[in-house]
């Protein structure tokens, strides 16, 4: 099991909590339960009630689910949860530990004011641009397919549709 220090240690090391001062790392880590999660567990359900955590992949990885395909595959210190907890809204993605994991769970009521702060507003739009979204249809399957490593034909079905800059993104 993880000591509050070592915890605090490995938040300050992840944003969003590298920009915070130490007390209230260590603030954070006091309420902060570790969870262990078998290889294949659900995390929480896609369409399930927000959540009242936010969660931090320690060790292992964590899947972002839609409709049973993998869209995201989440590391060492990236933190999921956070979109639905925030928005107070269903969540969008199912989360599945991919393999034996560990996650550092963080209380909502600890967090919500946290990601307020302006570090904390960049940090959410930063996250929530970059992760893919429900039903997206260019989200790259975890199981070897890398869809950076594709070659455009392989993904270009028809010609591309060439216009102005001057059209409106309407009618484009």
């Known amino acids: 099991m993880f000591a509050m220090r070592e915890v605090a240690a490995f938040l300050k090391g992840h944003?969003?909590?590298?920009?915070?001062?130490?007390?209230?790392?260590?603030?954070?880590?006091?309420?902060a339960d570790v969870e262990r999660f078998p290889a294949g567990t659900k995390i929480f359900e896609q369409g399930a009630e927000p959540p009242d955590a936010v969660r931090v992949v320690r060790e292992g990885a964590v899947e972002l689910v839609d409709h049973g395909r993998v869209v995201d595959l989440l590391g060492e210190g990236e933190l999921f949860g956070h979109p639905s907890m925030v928005?107070?809204?269903?969540?969008?993605?199912?989360?599945?530990a991919h393999g034996?994991?560990?996650?550092i769970a963080l209380p909502a009521e600890e967090v919500l004011p946290l990601l307020a702060r302006p570090a904390g507003l960049r940090y959410l739009a930063r996250s929530l641009l970059d992760r893919p979204r429900p039903g997206s249809?260019?989200?790259a399957e975890v199981s070897g397919f890398d869809l950076a490593q594709q070659p455009v034909t392989?993904?270009?079905s028809k010609q591309p549709i060439i216009c102005e800059p001057e059209t409106p993104l309407r009618e484009a």
């Open 100 to 103: 034996d994991s560990t996650c």
């Open 137 to 139: 249809l260019l989200a």
């Open 154 to 156: 392989s993904l270009v």
């Open 15 to 31: 944003p969003p909590f590298d920009d915070l001062d130490a007390a209230t790392v260590v603030r954070l880590a006091e309420r």
């Open 87 to 96: 928005a107070a809204l269903p969540t969008g993605l199912e989360a599945r």
